[in-house]
T-cell receptor
């Protein structure tokens, strides 16, 4: 079956521009997670969704970051006024139940110039 | 806070030899532990998990992990390494319910299997 997909696979943007990253989870998975992978910080948890709700947004690094999920499926991570320190690989994962194993997408590599 | 540590940045093994990638954990309550593998320019792939039960957990691609409560360890093992096992390996622990049980990852261990 189809796994988690993310788009775009690569994104290069200029500092100060806004970007949107998309995640399509495995069909039927109610839990969806965003992580960020960077050389300096390793793998960091950003936000999770249960259905369309995001009960805890404390993992988002700043108020420039926001995310939404619609229809209990697709999620979009938006970064406004991008900064060079936002450069990283953004990974999305989904699971059928909270706490169960998570299945990861291939990631979006974001480069801010 | 729930956390894991991977003490080795890199592990080198000759093909055919057994391999071990180390992980120790620090949790309050019962640990829920995972191993993931990441191949170059790919996302993370689930290998195995420990929730409860047998201390020896078997997973994908011939990998297994041993849960040791007294040593707070969850080392990844494979009896005979393959060159294709060369990748980045992450140990992870389930975080709190407030995060939706997100994963807290170790910094990763690079495994290099030489022919």
């Amino acid at each position: 079956g189809a796994g988690v997909s993310q788009s775009p696979s690569n994104k290069v943007t200029e500092k100060g521009k806004d970007v949107e990253l998309r995640c399509d989870p495995i069909s039927g998975h109610t839990a969806l997670y965003w992580y960020r992978q960077s050389l300096g910080q390793g793998l960091e948890f950003l936000i999770y969704f249960q259905g369309n709700s995001a009960p805890d947004k404390s993992g988002l690094p700043s108020d420039r970051f926001s995310a939404e999920r619609t229809g209990g499926s697709v999620s979009t991570l938006t970064i406004q006024r991008t900064q060079q320190e936002d450069s990283a690989v953004y990974l999305c994962a989904s699971s059928s139940l909270q706490g169960d194993e998570q299945y990861f997408g291939p990631g979006t590599r974001l480069t801010v110039t | 806070a729930q956390s894991v540590a991977q003490p080795e940045d890199q592990v080198n093994v000759a093909e055919g030899n057994p391999l071990t990638v180390k992980c120790t954990y620090s949790v309050s309550g019962n640990p829920y532990l995972f191993w993931y593998v990441q191949y170059p320019n790919r996302g993370l792939q689930f290998l195995l998990k420990y929730i409860t039960g047998d201390n020896l957990v078997k997973g994908s691609y011939g990998f297994e992990a041993e849960f040791n409560k007294s040593q707070t360890s969850f080392h990844l093992k494979k009896p005979s390494a393959l060159v294709s096992d060369s990748a980045l390996y992450f140990c992870a622990v389930r975080a709190t319910r407030g995060s939706g049980y997100a994963l807290n990852f170790g910094k990763g261990t690079s495994l290099l299997v030489t022919p």
